[in-house]
């Protein structure tokens, strides 16, 4: 299967600084990529897409103004958390769709990245 | 009301035999597409199968099946002789809308955790 990559793996952070985590697609392009968010014992909860030159689409209750997410190329997205607070401390997943491929398999398969575990102190 | 249902949060399954993962899904979607990846402890999540909505066969990837009841709404994960490297945590999850339309987002269920016994 296609391959995503996550960086960084772990990373803690004082309260009120802002971290980046990065999503890249390595051997494939992705139009769209998707960010989630899971707390322990829990399920996946879909925070945004990513489009590619375009503004995110947000779910209902994640602010966008915290969350800034940016996917400047077909095989990068990356999403900073601003001023992060204990509250943030979760497991970011990200995932991509490997267009070409998908489009050939008429499916929708995504892809997911290792996920980024973020404590914040 | 939940779009996808695992009923199991926990499974218990000794190695080497079969086990069977339940979901349900509710959608008024003619076109979707359902997906079970698992999640070991280490948080990857790992694509295992999928199955679209107009899809004849139910799908199967090596050891992975998917029994696919369209009618019940049902997209149960069956996994033949499991190995202990089987234990994780597995999700199901669904697309709505047709693969080839813009809405790519997947719902998921809350997962069931199988652990396989030696």
């Known amino acids: 299967g296609a391959v995503v990559s996550q960086h960084p793996s772990r990373v803690i952070c004082k309260s009120g600084t802002s971290v980046k985590i990065e999503c890249r697609s390595l051997?494939?392009?992705?139009?769209?990529m998707f960010w989630y968010r899971q707390f322990p014992k829990q399920s996946l909860m879909l925070m945004a897409t990513?489009?590619?030159?375009?503004?995110?689409?947000?779910e209902q209750g994640v602010e966008k103004d915290k969350f800034l997410i940016n996917h400047a190329s077909l095989t990068l997205s990356t999403l900073t958390v601003t001023s992060a607070h204990p509250e943030d401390s979760s497991f970011y997943i990200c995932?991509?769709?490997?267009?070409?491929?998908?489009?050939?398999?008429?499916?929708?398969?995504?892809?997911f990245g290792p996920g980024t575990r973020l404590t914040v102190l | 009301a939940q779009k996808i249902t695992q009923t199991q949060p926990g499974m218990f399954v000794q190695e080497k035999e079969a086990v069977t993962l339940d979901c349900t899904y509710d959608?008024?979607?003619?076109?979707?597409?359902l997906f079970w990846y698992k999640q070991p402890s280490s948080g990857e999540m790992i694509f295992l199968i999928y199955q679209g909505s107009y899809d004849q066969q139910n799908a199967t990837e090596g050891r992975y099946s998917l029994n696919f009841q369209k009618a019940r709404k049902s997209a149960n994960l069956v996994i033949s002789a499991s190995q202990l490297g089987d234990s994780a945590m597995y999700f199901c999850?669904?697309?709505?809308?047709?693969?080839?339309?813009?809405?790519?987002?997947?719902?998921f269920g809350k997962g069931t955790l199988l652990t396989v016994n030696p």
């Open positions: 999850a669904m697309r709505e809308g047709g693969s080839g339309g813009s809405n790519y987002k997947l719902t």
């Open positions: 995932s991509a769709k490997d267009l070409l491929w998908s489009n050939y398999l008429r499916t929708d398969t995504q892809y």
């Open positions: 990513s489009n590619e030159g375009s503004k995110a689409t947000y």
């Open positions: 959608t008024s979607d003619p076109s979707y597409g």
């Open positions: 051997d494939f392009q992705a139009t769209t």
